[in-house]
């Protein structure tokens, strides 16, 4: 499999496309959507529905849903676009259907790198992705209520930062820094879970608690900005 082309090769896709460019669009078909339709599916969301979330994934990157201003004009390069666009898939998908039922687990998981997207990751097989998902499930259940309640609001919810603050009366401020120390606790938790399952495989361990760590800030950053 070819690697990821440089961001700034990706920076100018991502504009073209936006411009209207019928050969940018294609490659965005072809060559980026695949990646949101995996992501869609580890959320376990039906493949009727997945159609429909692609559709509103289109609307919003190449035309903007009410504004007119196509979203792929806001990649700025910080991860590779077909990261970016999982994540923006994932939030049309809990935007369109506002699934309460999806473990907050699986939620996590879907912010995971695919394996096509992360050159650290192409060996990952399907054992070591359940392996990732019970050990995600287990760090899960170490944290505190409160914790588990604010990625629950940012990844299922899609809430801003100004909008959990104002379910716990604080500012944004004070939201943002319980949800980086949250996501440490999560790291941590997982990465101790995944060298128990895991023994002796300290390069895969760290591997995946890497991809879980970009995968996770690169979502929250998304849903929360």
Known sequence: MAEDPPLSAELELAAAAARGDR?????????????AVAALRALGVAPDAIDECLQRVRVTLLVGRDDGHPRLLDYRGRGSLRAWVRVVAVRESLMLQRRKDVPLGDAVLAAVPDPADDPELRYLRDDLREELRAAIASALATLDPRDRMLLRYSLLDGLTLDEIGAIYHVNKSSVSR??????????????DQLAIRLEGQNDTISSLVRSLRSGLDLSLERLLG
């Open 23 to 35: 050969a940018a669009i294609e490659r965005i078909e072809h060559d980026i959507l695949p990646a």
């Open 178 to 191: 319980w949800l980086a120390r949250t996501r440490e606790r999560l790291w941590e938790a997982a990465r």
